[in-house]
């Protein structure tokens, strides 16, 4: 499989993500229910290229995903969140097209 897409109004969990490494997009929209974690088995998405995610994730850490070198893509939109979590900051840092839409966000002072 190349391409996985989740998009529900209510959902309880979200399928474990590991043993699926061929996978080259990664799209999951919840955006009504508050999740307690990313899906688990992020960081073994080798081939991924491509990853949106939308929902409420609040301050929870993000996964690391050095062993994702392939993405070039990623949009993550967060109702909740109002700081950037750190591996979430260490993949903005190495991904080009990387965006994040969080109306929350404090942003640090300056």
């Known amino acids: 499989m190349e391409k996985l897409t989740v998009r529900a109004a ?3 969990f979200v399928p474990a993500l590991a043993g699926w490494t061929s996978l080259k997009e990664l799209n999951i929209s919840l955006p009504d229910k508050p999740m307690g974690a990313y899906p688990e088995g992020m960081e073994t998405l080798v081939h991924l290229k491509k990853m949106e995610l939308t929902g409420c994730f609040n301050n929870i850490e993000f996964p690391e995903l050095s062993g994702c070198k392939k993405l070039e893509f990623v949009r993550i939109t967060d109702r909740s969140m109002n700081r950037v979590p750190a591996n979430m ?3 903005r840092s190495r991904v ?7 109306p929350y966000l404090i942003k640090p002072s300056e």
Do not use: M, P, S, T
């Open 89 to 91: 900051e260490a993949l």
């Open 10 to 12: 209510r959902v309880e």
């Open 96 to 102: 080009a097209d990387f965006k994040l839409i969080a």
